[in-house]
């Protein structure tokens, strides 16, 4: 096993294994990294055992029907639930699993109309976590920002850096606000809610 303590951040985003939207990886050793704008992505680890994990969800839940299921694990309440299991299942131990999250940045408009996907995302995993009572030891939120996760399963660390308003920030803005659109085209036949 490497050790990630030793390098520095660069080195250890390169050697990091990526997840997008609907992603999540458990790892005993490889970095894991992810891109984030509204989305949120949880990192679950022990404390005990070298085993972590990460997800990246888009909306807080999602109805399941045979239009969503291809989209299930955009939604945090699929996404949550996975990673836990899988985390489970590599061995990690439950009263000794620790939470870290980060994202719900404000890259797409709303019009003024409630509540941001951002927003949303944040409540869904701060009141998940707490339902199955997961301390959440550590957190980055909301804001205008785009942000860079790299987390290390193995210690439990993670690097979080905000990005203000570039090209990789408008390219995730781009990106959230075309699913957005083609959820709306959706909605009538689907019943998913869009957020």
Known sequence: MTDYSALPARDIE???RNIHAGGWA???????ATLLGSCVAVCLYDTGVPVGGMNHFMLPKM??????AEDVMLAGDAAMENLLNNLLASGAVRHRIQAKAF??????ETNGTGRGIGAQNVEFAK?????????LVSSDFLGPWARKIIMTPKSGEVWCRRMVANLVSE????????YAESLK???????????
């Open 171 to 178: 390219s995730i803005r781009r990106e959230e606000e075309a």
């Open 103 to 108: 994202g719900g940045g404000t890259v797409i």
């Open 14 to 16: 390169r050697l990091a």
């Open 127 to 135: 009141s998940w976590l707490i339902r199955e009572r997961i301390p």
């Open 185 to 195: 085209t959706q909605k009538a036949s689907t019943n998913v809610e869009l957020f």
């Open 26 to 32: 458990v790892e005993n050793d490889f970095p894991i």
């Open 63 to 68: 109805s399941r029907n045979q239009h969503s």
